[in-house]
């Protein structure tokens, strides 16, 4: 397997005859986002939005070659739709339009309408930006709705570092059910999915917005979450950070039931947070609470040293009137419990963030 390079799967997946232009698959320019390691495959088919079904077959064509590759355990092969841009504008007069014209003209909010199957309620983690804990807090929130006897998944899709695997020591991604569908893996009670599931750890993640977005949709939606007899009570999604086409797409075609968003206590991450709750609310997704992570350090003496200042997501939270859900402090446990893919359940840590998990829950419930 040493000796198989990108080349040589770019060669074996122009055997694939692209419908429209005829071309191998790689001639045409559809094989995007290609990632290979020792045992696992995988690329972007991107194609016009109004291709998508005639390019199933392309797809699963795909997914048949890079099998047949010397050392391929897994292939995966997302098909996603490209994006139009928009054209420009023609030269010369323009005709005018009344302004209760150009108001009926201008495109509509998109409505979410994709949700998960069997999954009750969905909530998404952001931060505005990377850096804060984002990952960490969103898992922990997860594990500590899991002690209050609920069906919880977690869906780690920050495809600029997806952590999850790392986190619960996970190296062996979904399988597939006969409908096609990811069936997630059982760590610490939890349902679990990453975007690390799709790529190379070593290799950067070089994915435009649109196949950016509609690979963590296909992972929100075609995962297998729950059954009709067991359904899911809450799916924690781990968001990207920033506030961005990825964040923007997602939360427009999926319905997102609440958001939490995290923070450290100073100005300079706040200001992004705060960007992060624009977000949301320009979406309409309610935000349901906001933490303080990294709150201040425990001394040996038992006093709080405030590494990063104190008090400012709260504070933030007073001022937007949204809940504070509570602090984090920095704790080395904390850090040595994700690095050891083994995440704290028991201990003041734990407790905190099992008292979160109660007060989301409850608005949950409402």
Do not use: C
């Not at 028991?346 to 007060?359: I, L, N, T």
């Amino acid at each position: 397997m040493a000796d198989l390079d990108k080349q040589q799967v770019l060669d074996a997946l122009d055997s694939i005859i692209d419908p429209v232009s005829g071309q191998g698959l790689t001639t045409a320019g559809l094989v995007r986002g290609l990632t290979v390691s020792a045992t696992r495959a995988g690329f972007m088919l991107e194609v016009p939005a109004a291709d998508v079904e005639r390019y199933a077959q392309v797809r699963e064509a795909a997914e048949g070659v890079l099998y047949s590759l010397p050392g391929i355990e897994k292939a995966q092969v997302v098909l996603t739709a490209e994006v139009a841009e928009p054209h420009a504008p023609r030269p010369g007069p323009q005709a005018k339009l009344s302004p209760q014209a150009a108001d009926q003209g201008k495109p509509k909010a998109p409505v979410a309408t994709a949700r998960p199957d069997h999954v009750k309620h969905v909530v998404v983690v952001g931060s505005g930006k990377g850096g804060v804990g984002k990952s960490t807090v969103s898992l922990n929130l997860a594990l500590g709705l899991k002690t209050l006897g609920l069906n919880v998944g977690w869906l780690d899709a920050d495809i600029y570092g997806p952590s999850g695997p790392v986190m619960l020591g996970l190296n062996t991604p979904p399988s597939f059910s006969e409908d096609k569908k990811m069936l997630p893996p059982l760590a610490f009670g939890l349902k679990v999915n990453s975007v690390g599931f799709l790529v190379d750890p070593d290799q950067a993640m070089i994915w435009r917005g649109p196949m950016a977005s509609q690979a963590l949709t296909q992972l929100l939606t075609q995962t297998q979450w729950g059954t009709q007899a067991q359904p899911l009570d809450v799916l924690i999604v781990d968001l990207p950070p920033g506030t961005g086409d990825v964040q923007l797409t997602l939360t427009q075609k999926t319905v997102i039931d609440g958001a939490v968003v995290v923070s450290t206590p100073q100005d300079m991450a706040l200001i992004d947070a705060r960007r992060a709750v624009t977000l949301f609310d320009k979406t309409q997704i309610p935000v349901l609470g906001i933490v303080e992570n990294m709150a201040y350090f425990m001394g040996a003496d038992g006093t709080p040293i405030e590494i990063f200042g104190r008090g400012g997501a709260k504070k933030m939270a007073e001022t937007l009137e949204r809940p504070f859900l509570g602090e984090v402090p920095l704790d080395p446990a904390l850090r040595q419990a994700a690095d050891s893919a083994n995440p704290l359940r028991d201990g003041p840590v734990a407790e905190r963030f099992a008292e979160m998990a109660k007060v989301l829950w409850a608005q949950l419930a409402l």
